[in-house]
């Protein structure tokens, strides 16, 4: 922090609010009331809490985490206070080298009613300092200072506000050292550095808001402008494989079917000329072949009937000569050629010495 502005809370309602400023080590300005809200950015505001306000205890607590040692406080508090510990809020710090830590007890309307008035006139400290902390740890004995609206005391394990007959009968025989002047400043100047007990903890800690890491932000925007370059180019890459495996493949489709055209014959598109040779081959419709072995099959299977002839046209029908013994036999050949898939429709049929002779003209159905 290159400036600290110290802001004393009032002890009463009525009383006047009071703030220094400190730069470089040093006490800069002093001056009554409310300082200007307006600060440069780099300036550090730090409350000090009143003696009268603040409860200060001293113990052995767990250095794990700060949410333990708060913990393990506020069961000690809640044995030496006559007040709900649910009322009271508890804050840890830490004096350098020592083993024992700092414990700060204030009353949780306290803190409300000081972090309020302090947004009402639009400063936010960055922590609350009780005003004993601002003295200096002694070996041993005691330290005294006035800070400016009354004296406070510390101790190596208390800190408290100076009143008449109660500090005497705190201190009894123990060495007293009061702190004044150059020594005093110095030794705000040095607590304000680096506070060993912050009040601001817990439901009261500094909301700090969430700060945009803009170079964050453009190297994830490359990462992500790379890792979809990457993926389209991968995606073409892809679709060129696709596209030259389908060529070779109608190459190789194109070729095959070319053996099987006709020699001499033109290719133009060998799959439909070799569909167009099939069929000429094989005939229209179902093809003869097909069409003439179901046709012998159905009439094999009715005894008494027999083909007298065939006549197979380019639109795949087949023209059927049939001789069969009675009406039954003719009906009994087209149930099997309609079993089979195929239309069997019979012209008029003649009785000629005891047969009928007539034609079913067979086609798909």
């Given at each position: ?146 800070l400016g609206d009354g004296r406070v005391v510390r ?85 060129v494989q696709y596209n030259l495996s389908a060529d ?118």
């Amino acid at each position: 922090m290159s400036e600290v502005l110290a802001l004393f809370l009032p002890a009463q309602a009525d009383a006047p609010w009071r703030w220094l400023a400190i730069r470089d080590g040093a006490i800069v300005t002093r001056a009554e009331g409310l300082p200007n809200p307006d600060q440069p950015a780099d300036t550090a505001i730090v409350a000090i809490a009143p003696a009268e306000a603040v409860s200060l205890h001293w113990a052995d607590l767990p250095d794990r985490s700060l949410a333990q040692a708060v913990a393990a406080a506020r069961l000690l508090v809640a044995e030496a206070s006559v007040t709900p510990v649910g009322d009271l809020h508890v804050a840890v710090g830490r004096e350098a080298d020592v083993v024992e830590r700092p414990i700060g007890v204030v009353a949780v309307a306290q803190m409300v009613t000081w972090l309020a008035a302090l947004h009402d006139a639009g400063l936010e400290p960055v922590s609350i300092v009780p005003a004993p902390m601002l003295l200096p740890r002694p070996d041993e004995g005691y330290v005294i200072g006035d800070l400016g609206d009354g004296r406070v005391v510390r101790g190596a394990a208390s800190g408290f506000a100076d009143e008449d007959g109660l500090t005497a009968l705190i201190v009894g025989d123990a060495p007293v050292e009061t702190l004044d002047g150059e020594a005093l400043e110095a030794a705000v100047v040095t607590a304000l550095a680096d506070p060993p007990l912050d009040l601001r903890q817990g439901a009261f800690a500094l909301r700090k808001r969430a700060a945009i890491d803009w170079p964050l932000v453009r190297r994830l925007a490359w990462l992500i402008v790379a890792i979809m370059s990457v993926t389209l180019l991968i995606t073409l890459v892809k679709i060129v494989q696709y596209n030259l495996s389908a060529d070779a493949l109608e190459a190789k489709a194109d070729a095959l079917a070319r053996t099987g055209l006709a020699r001499g014959e033109a290719v133009n598109d060998a799959g439909q000329q070799l569909s167009d040779r099939l069929v000429r081959l094989r005939g229209g419709g179902a093809g003869f072949s097909q069409t003439a072995a179901s046709v012998a099959a159905a009439v094999a299977a009715v005894p008494g009937a027999e083909i007298t002839g065939l006549s197979f046209d380019p639109a795949g029908k087949l023209r059927v000569n049939l001789a069969a013994a009675n009406q039954g036999q003719i009906v009994d050949v087209q149930t099997r050629l309609a079993a089979e898939g195929f239309n069997a429709d019979p012209s008029t049929f003649t009785g000629t010495a005891g047969r009928l002779t007539g034609v079913l003209t067979v086609s798909p159905q």
